[in-house]
């Protein structure tokens, strides 16, 4: 079993920046294939980045140029860099460790209790 605790979320004005973590303990099921997910008031859960066990990355169009992530494989922590941040990025935010990494996609078994982030305008 995996547990993550997602830290560092808070609130910050326009333009500002918040760096997330995620640390890992448990057995890793997928040997670190993870991802940050936002839940936003009134919005579907939307997949905003992914990391791979060999630090491929893949973001969501919403967050690319401005959002970053990345992994301490050593210290099983998963981080996302969010930077200039807007209105729209409030939400609460998720990580989440894939237990099936195919070629049709990946599916997230293990999740985090969220942090919340708020952005003011």
């Known amino acids: 079993q995996v547990q993550l605790v997602e830290s560092g979320g808070g609130s910050v004005p326009q333009g500002g920046s918040l760096r997330l973590s995620c640390v890992a303990s448990?057995?890793?099921?997928?040997?670190?294939?993870m991802g940050w997910f936002r839940q936003s008031p009134g919005k579907e859960r939307e997949e905003i980045a992914t990391?791979?066990?060999?630090?491929?990355?893949k973001y969501g169009d919403s967050v690319k140029g401005r959002f970053t992530i990345s992994q301490d494989k050593a210290k099983r922590t998963t981080f996302l860099q969010m930077d200039n941040l807007e209105a729209e990025d409030t939400g609460m935010y998720y990580c989440?460790?894939?237990?099936?990494?195919?070629?049709?996609?990946?599916?997230?078994?293990?999740w985090g209790q969220g942090t919340q982030v708020t952005v003011s305008a």
């Open positions: 989440a460790e894939a237990v099936v990494v195919d070629s049709r996609g990946w599916i997230f078994g293990f």
């Open positions: 448990g057995n890793s099921y997928s040997m670190y294939n």
């Open positions: 990391i791979t066990n060999d630090d491929y990355v």
